[in-house]
Nanobody, 126 residues
């Protein structure tokens, strides 16, 4: 069971990045997925989450209107499209998965998730 993030990098303020979270060893069809981030010296915080059906999503207030989460179960991959990036978005971004017994379940709670990727660095320069 493995989650692998990709797509991070260095971008100027106002720019965009698309993060990917690819699963191997299991199918994401029955899992709710979330993106978290952790900046140096700060606690890990929930950024966005999506239900297993893809029909329900949630976002942290700090990223609403700028970030979009989506999933392609056929590709076993979840995405985080990040636009209008700000220096305060700089962090290591992690994807996480939890088995969902309801297709509409989603959560931004860090303790709700069982499987985590290794993280990808996003750096936004001013």
């Amino acid at each position: 069971v493995q989650l692998v993030e990709s797509g991070g990098g260095l971008v100027q303020a106002g720019g965009s990045l698309r993060l990917s979270c690819a699963a191997s060893g299991f199918t994401l069809d029955y899992y709710a997925i979330a993106w978290f981030r952790q900046a140096p010296g700060k606690e890990r915080e929930g950024v966005s989450c999506i239900s297993s059906s893809g029909g329900s999503t949630n976002y942290a207030d700090s990223v609403k209107g700028r970030f979009t989460i989506s999933r392609d179960n056929a590709k076993n991959t979840v995405y985080l499209e990040m636009n209008s990036l700000k220096p305060e978005d700089t962090a290591v971004y992690y994807c996480a998965a939890t088995r969902a017994y309801s297709s509409n379940y989603y959560s931004l709670g860090v303790y709700e998730y069982d499987y985590w990727g290794q993280g990808t660095q996003v750096t936004v320069s001013s």
